[in-house]
């Protein structure tokens, strides 16, 4: 159940409409099911509607009259407030509509239980699945009422409801979210041959252009060289930036002005001071010996989920809202046949890139100055940067989503979950020709035999299962590349499983191929390296030989990560 709260100032306006047809005639069988003493006159039970509706709208603004004379009017004195049911629920009856709304206004200090100088109020009820509860905020003693942080009120009461009554549990937010569009902002858009309302289309072209900018003043110069939108950049007297306000061309009032939005108004990380913390001190000096930039960015996002894992929530929201800045800048990046499907999941994230947890954006310029990095290096020809690092966004955001969970930021959980969806979609839709090409380019059977044994030896749980898998040919062909690069591919194998479980992966060999692709661009070790490479796997397989299967098993299963 959610509520919706609003102020007005025109009582009868609020009872005409209550009592009216409705914008498309939805309004069936308007009635009182309850009032601020039960004996309210009711248009909708009454053989003269006009009279009863206007006497019902004096009785409710009776004390208004009255405080007028002292001078106590408040600016907007009706209270209005609807509560609305799950699609999932059972149809209410009009006692139980009548109970929960009493329980609203007594929460909400409208007319606190137990209180003879509660405010008057009624409940208008026109549809099976809500009702409208209407009220003049002058209390009998002729004060205003004191309703502040009236929909958090309601809010939590309303999940109290929610469980007395049996009613599906709402998921509830924490007030990061970003402003939804108004019904008229919607209609507009319709109006106008739009899915989304121009707020939303602004928001996703900010968050657009600071995914890709590399400092606050590159920002605003994409901004303002972006078609189909004006800016507007307010300064201090001192001539620093203060901030910045952003209209879609073409999207005006009545007069004919622009619509501005400032970027605080489009979501709350979108404001100037903001955006200016996440862009300082960004390093993207291109560097000849760096590695390639899908490479250097899917090795940042690797490590997210053990930043998640530590205890210190200011660096992991960091990084989760960096993760969701490389999610804004994949559309541009990526072919066209994969737009939609990038577009949705990165419209998805990000509600789960804000919490009430202030991120301590320092800790993620390493994440965000590689993301940037790829402005300079589209998708290869052959996609495999691109699959490379969809399939560890896959990882980073189960991840996400846990964390996430364990906090109980319920609506940023679903909002990663959701993401989920897309992003295996595009993922599936990446991958599959850099997997085909690399499956072309299988050794002979000889040296896909020698793997397959070498695969026993590291991961025995997962070698039939990786063997199974139609992405094996692409395992193998990248071995055989890294073992003509001076690579040795056991030692490749065990490093890739020492540093990520395979228990969350939805194709272990797909996991390992691009792992290894990454792995054996790097130059080989010499002699030396290779000396200690090998007292190291030594070490770690003694100590890890120590237990043994069935005492595994006794034991009860290995602890899982989470699973995609």
Known sequence: MIAKISSGKDTAGLIRYLYGPGRANEHTDPHLVASWDGFAPDPGRSNDFNATRKLLVADLDLRLHQAKRLGRTPKQHVWHCSLRASPEDRVLSDDEWASIARRIVAATGIAPEGDPDGCRWVTVRHAEDHIHIAATKVRGDLRTARHWNDYLTADKELAAIEKDYGLQQVIRGDRTAAKRPTRAEQEKAHRTGHQRSARERLRSTVRTAVSVATSPEEFLDILTRTDNVHVDIQYFPSGDIRGYKIALAGDTNAAGDPIWHSGSKLAPDLSFPKIRERLTDLDTTPESRRPNPWHQATAAAERIPTRLAQSDDAPAQAHITAFGEALDALPILAPKNLRPQLQQAATTFERATRSRIRAQQDQARALRSAIRTLRTAPVTRDGSGLAMFLDVALL???????????????????????????????????????LAALAQRKPPQQVVDRFARQLHRVVPAYAEQVLSDPAWDALAAILTEAETAGHDPERLLQHVVRQRTLDDAHSAAQVLTWRILRLSQRQAPNARARAAQTRSTVRSFSSTAQVSPARTVQGGPAPRGPHR
């Open 396 to 434: 980073v955001v189960t991840a996400t989503a846990h964390w996430h969970q364990l906090r109980q930021h319920d609506q940023q959980v679903t909002a990663a979950h959701q993401t989920l969806l897309h992003l295996r979609t595009a993922y599936e839709q990446a991958a599959a020709a850099p």
